[in-house]
């Protein structure tokens, strides 16, 4: 507490400087006059400081004195330093939803997040996945009103936040794991080890707390017979993780448990993009052997340097001339998109405390999705570890594998989206039509980030009428001779070996070696 206070006041002190550095500069005839006021005698005891705070004269006593006659003393009362870090479960209790954390470990080791706004009785349930430098706290920062995660909750759905791994804080079951081998992941991970263990421990709860409220209820492999129904609404990298995780798992012939598929501007193509992803994609391409070993993650490594970030965002909000000229700047970078970049960077999951980062192997992944024009798992750069992984020489692309999508499936693109263009959310559409997906295309006028950051009525009563078509299951009663017949059945069941559970670029050292 005592290294958080000492970074608060520097942050602080080094503000107040540049703050006091723009009045003088900009305001030259206040600050002649203000300057007047210091020199005069008694001028200046009961002004407001330049820098916000507020000076006074405050009666005070020294207890234990035989005679504690009041004196007068000089104080400064200081505004608290703008910045916020709220968690995610602070923003859903301090409105008065209930709150449940649990932590699930992936089978390569990494400890995940997930939220939850439970209704432990309802048998229908959601699953809401971020993109890429995001958490849970997107689904939630709208407040009552505008937010998903609330506004399911109302309809009566059983809310779960998921949050991929990447955090600054390593959260790992190897407490001394090194940064260079936390950071060894692609997107393959987030499809084929994050949402399978967050889905799979969402079976598990669901599955215990019905059964405790109905003793004849089995568990079963079979999705069909599971006592809820478990949708998924997913933005932008979670988009394409999701895609991937139903891919695999029909593959490897094991439930994914889902009913529906609710995609908000989903990541996976990406080669209709502007000319400056185009830039970052070659410099990526290039870099990589050469950046991956010194610089595995993309992230803000220090308390200091987030809280100044954070700090520095919430700042150029008040100061709306600034803040503009930053916000252009940030969207020429991303492509021209007109999302509230800098409003973004102000919100309580960037602060000091833990921050969303990205690891260098998800970049490349992406580069190579965008170079290729296809959606495809991560290439190795090497035959022969790619037909290990996946059984051919090159990495599966999975927009051939559409046909084994087996859930209806929502896509929706944003009309300002210049991230994922809508031409690229329509190459999803037309793959999994051709495929005989059962697949709906929406299309409303929001750049990227809308879909997760900003009020949009019009968004979300789409997204809760999608949901709605979803029909919960109804309460089944089984005979012990039907339980005994059900067991004997799931015995039976076998699956095809699990290549993808080799898929972890840490077993590889010459990753991307040939881009």
């Given at each position: 507490?005592?290294?958080?206070?000492a970074?608060?006041?520097?942050?602080?002190?080094?503000?107040?400087?540049f703050?006091?550095?723009?009045?003088?500069?900009l305001?030259?005839?206040e600050?002649?006059?203000e300057?007047?006021r210091?020199?005069?005698s008694?001028?200046?005891?009961?002004m407001?400081?330049p820098?916000?705070?507020l000076?006074a004269t405050i009666?005070?006593?020294?207890?234990?004195?035989t005679?504690?006659a009041?004196?007068?003393?000089?104080?400064?009362?200081?505004q608290?330093?703008?910045?916020d870090?709220?968690t995610?479960?602070d923003?859903?209790?301090?409105?008065?939803?209930?709150?449940?954390?649990i932590?699930?470990?992936?089978?390569?080791?990494y400890?995940?997040?997930?939220?939850?706004i439970?209704?432990?009785?309802?048998?229908?349930?959601?699953?809401?996945?971020h993109?890429i430098?995001?958490?849970s706290m997107?689904?939630?920062?709208n407040?009552?009103?505008?937010?998903?995660a609330?506004?399911?909750f109302?309809q009566?759905?059983?809310v779960?936040?998921?949050?991929?791994?990447?955090?600054?804080?390593?959260?790992h079951?190897?407490?001394?794991?090194?940064?260079?081998?936390?950071?060894?992941?692609?997107?393959?991970?987030h499809g084929?080890?994050?949402?399978p263990?967050?889905?799979?421990?969402?079976?598990?709860?669901?599955?215990s707390?019905?059964?405790?409220?109905?003793?004849?209820?089995?568990?079963?492999d079979?999705?069909?017979?599971?006592?809820?129904?478990?949708?998924?609404?997913?933005?932008?990298?979670?988009?394409?993780g999701?895609?991937?995780y139903?891919?695999t798992r029909?593959?490897e012939?094991?439930?994914h448990?889902?009913s529906?598929?609710?995609?908000?501007?989903?990541?996976g193509?990406?080669?209709?993009?502007?000319?400056?992803?185009?830039?970052v994609?070659y410099i990526v391409?290039?870099?990589?052997?050469?950046?991956?070993?010194?610089?595995?993650?993309?992230?803000i490594?220090?308390r200091?340097?987030?809280?100044?970030?954070?700090?520095l965002?919430r700042?150029?909000?008040n100061?709306?001339a600034?803040?503009?000229?930053?916000?252009?700047l940030?969207?020429?970078?991303?492509?021209?998109?007109?999302s509230?970049?800098v409003?973004?960077?102000?919100?309580?999951?960037y602060?000091?405390?833990d921050?969303?980062?990205v690891?260098?192997?998800a970049?490349?992944?992406?580069a190579?999705?965008?170079?290729?024009?296809?959606?495809i798992?991560?290439?190795?750069?090497?035959?022969?570890?790619n037909?290990?992984v996946?059984?051919?020489?090159?990495?599966?692309?999975?927009?051939?594998?559409?046909?084994?999508?087996d859930?209806?499936?929502?896509?929706?693109?944003?009309h300002?989206?210049k991230?994922?263009?809508?031409?690229?959310?329509?190459?999803?559409?037309?793959l999994?039509?051709?495929?005989?997906?059962?697949?709906?295309?929406?299309?409303?006028e929001?750049?990227?980030?809308?879909?997760?950051?900003s009020?949009?009525?019009?968004?979300?009563?789409?997204?809760?009428?999608?949901?709605?078509?979803?029909?919960?299951?109804p309460r089944k009663?089984?005979s012990?001779?039907?339980?005994?017949?059900?067991k004997k059945?799931?015995a039976?069941?076998t699956?095809?070996?699990?290549?993808?559970?080799?898929?972890?670029?840490?077993?590889?050292d010459?990753?991307?070696g040939?881009n």
């Amino acid at each position: 507490m005592d290294l958080q206070l000492a970074i608060e006041i520097f942050i602080e002190a080094v503000f107040d400087v540049f703050h006091k550095a723009a009045h003088c500069i900009l305001s030259p005839l206040e600050t002649s006059r203000e300057l007047f006021r210091w020199f005069s005698s008694d001028d200046s005891k009961n002004m407001e400081n330049p820098d916000g705070g507020l000076d006074a004269t405050i009666p005070t006593a020294t207890l234990g004195e035989t005679d504690p006659a009041p004196t007068e003393r000089q104080t400064t009362f200081h505004q608290s330093l703008n910045t916020d870090a709220r968690t995610c479960r602070d923003v859903i209790t301090e409105l008065g939803y209930p709150y449940e954390a649990i932590n699930v470990v992936t089978s390569d080791g990494y400890v995940l997040l997930l939220e939850r706004i439970p209704r432990r009785d309802a048998r229908k349930a959601v699953y809401l996945q971020h993109g890429i430098m995001d958490s849970s706290m997107g689904w939630v920062s709208n407040g009552v009103v505008g937010s998903p995660a609330f506004a399911a909750f109302d309809q009566g759905y059983d809310v779960f936040l998921g949050n991929f791994r990447g955090l600054v804080s390593r959260e790992h079951i190897d407490k001394n794991i090194s940064s260079r081998q936390y950071w060894r992941y692609s997107v393959n991970e987030h499809g084929t080890q994050d949402i399978p263990a967050m889905i799979e421990k969402i079976h598990q709860v669901k599955t215990s707390e019905l059964k405790n409220s109905q003793p004849d209820l089995e568990e079963e492999d079979n999705s069909d017979d599971q006592p809820y129904k478990l949708c998924a609404i997913c933005h932008s990298l979670g988009g394409a993780g999701i895609l991937m995780y139903v891919i695999t798992r029909r593959i490897e012939e094991k439930p994914h448990r889902l009913s529906r598929l609710i995609l908000l501007s989903p990541a996976g193509f990406h080669d209709d993009s502007t000319f400056v992803f185009t830039i970052v994609e070659y410099i990526v391409l290039f870099l990589a052997p050469f950046l991956a070993p010194i610089m595995p993650g993309l992230y803000i490594p220090t308390r200091f340097f987030r809280m100044l970030l954070n700090k520095l965002a919430r700042d150029f909000q008040n100061y709306p001339a600034v803040g503009g000229l930053v916000q252009t700047l940030m969207s020429y970078v991303v492509g021209g998109d007109s999302s509230n970049w800098v409003g973004v960077m102000g919100l309580p999951h960037y602060n000091m405390n833990d921050m969303p980062g990205v690891s260098i192997y998800a970049a490349i992944h992406l580069a190579q999705m965008k170079h290729a024009g296809k959606f495809i798992m991560y290439d190795y750069g090497n035959a022969a570890v790619n037909m290990e992984v996946y059984g051919s020489p090159q990495p599966l692309d999975l927009g051939e594998y559409y046909g084994l999508i087996d859930v209806p499936v929502d896509l929706v693109a944003g009309h300002k989206d210049k991230v994922i263009r809508p031409s690229m959310v329509r190459k999803h559409y037309k793959l999994m039509k051709e495929a005989g997906v059962d697949v709906c295309y929406n299309e409303f006028e929001y750049a990227h980030l809308d879909f997760t950051f900003s009020h949009r009525e019009e968004l979300l009563a789409y997204v809760m009428a999608r949901l709605l078509l979803v029909v919960p299951p109804p309460r089944k009663q089984y005979s012990q001779k039907a339980l005994k017949l059900k067991k004997k059945d799931s015995a039976k069941f076998t699956t095809s070996r699990s290549f993808f559970s080799r898929s972890r670029v840490t077993n590889v050292d010459n990753t991307a070696g040939d881009n």
